[in-house]
C-alpha cells in the first residue's frame, strides 16, 4: 500500500490539478446539507465531500473500540483519539478513495451516499474550540509594527528573540469561514481627544494568519518535550485575527489587547493534518540568538505554505490581491509554540487553538495586516477603479487562500472569507 | 412562604451561627462520595451537603422540561436553564430545608440519601469553565502596582479609570480548592542579568479576588444592558489567581500576562448565588470621571462582603492572616465588567468565569497580594516563630475566606486553599 502523501496516487473523484483537495490532502471538516442538516465530519476530495459518519456506520472505518466518532458536530472526538489512529484512518481513507479501490468506487448506492458534492453542502466550525492563543511570531509583522510605533532603534521588544510572545485570545467568537463579521464597537480615543468615546471602530483591521489545531491533551504542571509537542498537532487551518486597532490602542497597555480582539476570529473550515504537511516542511529561519534550551528544535518545523489575500470592496466585481506570503517567514514555529505555552504547566487541551501571528514577508507586497499595508493609514492602498483602503469599511469583503505546492498537485486549505457589517 | 432570604429561617439541620452555610445562604457544588464516586451537583447547608441529584431524581426538585439537571458533573446545565428557574429551585430547596416542613425532615430513609455529611465529601470544581477572564478593577492594588513599577505620579495608566482593564486568562487551568499547586518555571530576566535564563519561578504569589461565574449566554455581536448583564450572574466564587511576578516582568509587554498566570488558578467550591448576596448589596466608590454611558450603573453592584487571606508555612501549625479586606473596594462592579466584556459584540457563555482583579482596600493590612504586601520584596512580612515571607515558598499554603455578614448569620463561601508544591 502506498502512503498516503505519495504524489502517483490517484482517486476515482475527478480531482483538477488547481484543486485544494487532492487525495493526497484529504483534510476533515464538519459539513450539513438540506437532506442531512444535523452536522457531521467530512473529508474533501476535488468538489466532494466525503461522508465519513456514512462510512463509518457502514464498517468501511473503524475507530474501534470508539464508535460514532464523525457523527458529531466537530472533530473534536476524532482528534482524541491520538495520532496513530489519525495516522491510520488517513491511510484507510485514502485507500477507499483510490482509482483502483472498487468499493467505494463501484458500488452506486454507497457512493452516492458517501460523498456529497461541495456545492450542496454547509460547512461548520470543523472544531470545539477549547482555548483560543494568538501568538505575534513574524519578526517582519513585529518590526514593521514597532518601527511604526517605537521607531526603528526599538523596533523589537526585548523578549521578542527570546521565546514566542503570545496572549490568550477568545474561543467564544472564532466562527468558520462566510461568517459575517460585524464591526465591533468600543472605547476610542485618538491622541487628539480628551477624554475616551464609545462608538463603532474606525481602524478594523485583518491579520493574516495560521491556526495550529492541538489534538491531545497535556497535564497540568508538565513541560513538553520537542516530540510531545509535534506529537500533540492535529493540523492546520486559515485563521483571520480580525483586529480594532482604534480599540487596541487605548486599552492594551499594561494587560494587553482584549475587547479590540474578541468580536471575532474566522477559520478555513477544512483542518489539514499535520501529516499531509509533512512533504511541504522545511527549515525556518535562522534564530539568532540561540532559543534556549528547552525551546531548541532539531526537526524543521516550518512549511513551505503559500498565502493570498484578497480584498473585495462592495463596488467590486472580484477581489484584489493585497498581500503574497509564505508561512515559511515564520520565526518561532508551531512547536515552539506549543513548547512555550506548556512551559509553565499549562495544561492543553482537545481542541486548543494556537494563531501564528500575522504572517508578514521581508517584502513590502508581503505585508499581512493593513496596519502595515497602509503604514498605519499613511499609505492608502490602491484596489483599483478609483477605491482605496487604508482600513477595512463595511461591505468589505477579506478572503484567504493558502496551499502548499506540489509536483502536479497541491495540497490547499481552501478559503476563509468574511465581510465588513455595519456596526449595531 | 418567606422568601428565601428571610433571616428569621431555620433549617431542621442543624447549623452554626458562624457556619458559612446557613439556610439564607444555598450555594451550589459538585461533590462525590467513597459510596457515590460519580460526581453530581449539591447544596451546602451546614455541616451538610444536599444531594440535589437525589431530590430531582425522587420528584422533589422539578426542573422539566429539563431533566437529570443534577445528575451532572457541573452545575453548567442547571445555570442553563436561566434565572427564573434559579430563583424556583432555590426557594424550593429552602422549602425542603425549612425546621417546620416534614416532608424530608421526617423521612429517615430519605434524608440517609439526601443529607451527606461535609467531611465524607469529595469537592469538585463546580463549574465547566467556558472562558476566563481576569480583571485589574480594585483601585487601591492598580495604584499600588503602579506607584512601585512607574513611580507615584504615573500609578494609575490614563484607560485606567475609563473602563475595566481585563484580558483572557487561561480556562484549562481553574482547579477547585485543595489541589496542590506547582511552581511554575518559565523564562527569567531579572534586571542585573543580561540574557533571560529558564527555571522556577522566584517571585511566586498569591492574588485575593472574587469570581464571577456567568450563568446565560449573550449573542456574538451584541451588547448588553446593565439589566441584561445582572440577569446573566449566576453567583460569584472566591478566587486566588496565582502568579508569578518574575516571569511575568520579562514577558508581559506588549502583549500582556501569559504564562505567568496559566499554571493554575483556584477557585471556591461553593458558588453561592447571586440572589443569596442580594441583602448585601452596597454601593460601590464613587467614580469619577463619571464613566461613559455604555457602563453607568443605576443599581448598586458592590457587595459588603469581608474576605481574610491566612499563609502557613509548612513548619507552621496555623495560617497566620496576613490579609483582612473587603469586596465593597473594587471601584468597577461585575456587572460593568460583564457589560464592558461584551461590549466589542463578544459573545458570553455559560460557564463563563470573570475574575475581579486583585482587592486590596486603602489600608496596609488590606493588600491582596505579596507583591504588595511586602512592597515588591522590600519589606519581608513577619509571620511569627522567626519565619518571613517576601514571595511565597515550597511548602506554604494559602487559604482565603469570605463571607457577609447578616444579623444571627452568615452568607459565606467556605474556602480556597491552595500549598505550592515544588517545581518539576
Request: charged content about 25%; aromatic content about 12%.
Given at each position: 500500500m502506498s502512503h498516503p502523501n505519495d504524489p502517483s496516487l490517484r482517486s476515482f473523484v475527478p480531482v483538477d490539478p488547481?484543486?485544494?483537495?487532492?487525495?493526497q490532502n484529504l483534510p476533515y471538516g464538519v459539513f450539513s446539507t438540506a437532506a442531512s442538516p444535523t452536522p457531521s465530519v467530512g473529508a474533501a476530495i476535488g468538489d466532494y465531500v466525503l461522508d465519513l459518519a456514512v462510512l463509518e456506520s457502514e464498517g468501511l472505518i473503524d475507530l474501534a473500540p470508539a464508535f460514532?466518532?464523525?457523527?458529531?458536530?466537530?472533530i473534536n472526538a476524532f482528534m482524541a483519539l491520538g495520532p496513530e489512529m489519525w495516522s491510520r484512518t488517513r491511510a484507510r481513507i485514502s485507500e477507499l478513495l483510490?482509482?483502483?479501490?472498487?468499493?467505494?468506487?463501484?458500488n452506486k448506492m454507497l457512493r452516492a451516499r458517501a460523498l456529497v458534492p461541495m456545492a450542496q453542502a454547509k460547512l461548520h466550525l470543523p472544531i470545539a474550540v477549547a482555548g483560543y492563543t494568538d501568538f505575534y511570531s513574524s519578526k517582519e509583522h513585529a518590526t514593521n509594527v514597532g518601527v511604526m510605533?517605537?521607531?526603528?532603534?526599538?523596533?523589537?521588544?526585548?523578549n521578542w528573540l527570546h521565546m514566542p510572545i503570545g496572549y490568550n485570545g477568545r474561543a467564544s467568537t472564532v466562527v468558520v469561514s462566510g461568517t459575517k463579521v460585524r464591526r465591533p464597537r468600543g472605547q476610542l480615543k485618538p491622541p487628539s481627544a480628551d477624554v475616551p468615546s464609545f462608538g463603532p471602530c474606525k481602524r478594523l483591521d485583518f491579520e493574516l494568519e495560521m491556526g495550529v489545531v492541538i489534538g491531545q491533551p497535556s497535564a497540568m504542571g508538565e513541560m513538553l518535550t520537542e516530540a510531545q509537542a509535534e506529537d500533540m498537532i492535529f493540523g492546520f487551518v486559515m485563521l483571520n485575527d480580525w483586529s480594532a486597532r482604534d480599540i487596541q490602542q487605548w486599552e492594551?497597555?499594561?494587560?494587553?489587547p482584549f475587547q479590540a480582539k474578541a468580536f471575532a476570529t474566522s477559520i478555513s473550515p477544512w483542518v489539514v493534518t499535520r501529516e499531509a504537511l509533512e512533504p511541504f516542511r522545511i527549515h525556518g529561519p535562522v534564530q539568532d540568538p540561540a532559543p534556549l534550551p528547552y525551546l531548541k528544535?532539531?526537526?524543521?518545523?516550518n512549511y513551505d505554505l503559500q498565502l493570498d489575500v484578497a480584498l473585495r470592496a462592495a463596488a467590486m466585481n472580484e477581489g484584489s490581491r493585497i498581500c503574497r506570503t509564505n508561512f515559511?517567514?515564520?520565526?518561532?514555529?508551531s512547536v515552539q509554540q506549543l513548547v512555550h505555552h506548556a512551559s509553565s504547566g499549562c495544561a492543553m487541551n482537545v481542541g486548543d487553538l494556537l494563531g501564528s501571528g500575522t504572517i508578514s514577508g521581508p517584502?513590502?507586497?508581503?505585508?499581512?495586516s493593513l496596519l502595515e499595508i497602509s503604514w498605519n493609514g499613511t499609505e492608502p492602498l490602491e484596489l483599483g477603479g478609483g477605491i482605496k483602503r487604508t482600513f477595512l469599511e463595511d461591505g468589505d469583503s477579506l478572503s484567504f487562500h493558502g496551499w502548499c505546492q506540489g509536483d502536479g498537485y497541491r495540497v490547499g486549505f481552501g478559503e476563509v472569507e468574511g465581510t465588513i457589517t455595519p456596526a449595531a
Open positions: 488547481a484543486s485544494d483537495f487532492p487525495i460514532d466518532v464523525f457523527a458529531q458536530p466537530s483510490r482509482h483502483d479501490n472498487p468499493h467505494l468506487r463501484d510605533f517605537r521607531g526603528k532603534d526599538n523596533a523589537l521588544q526585548p492594551y497597555v499594561p494587560l494587553g528544535q532539531a526537526q524543521p518545523n515559511k517567514y515564520m520565526y518561532w514555529s517584502e513590502k507586497d508581503q505585508r499581512g
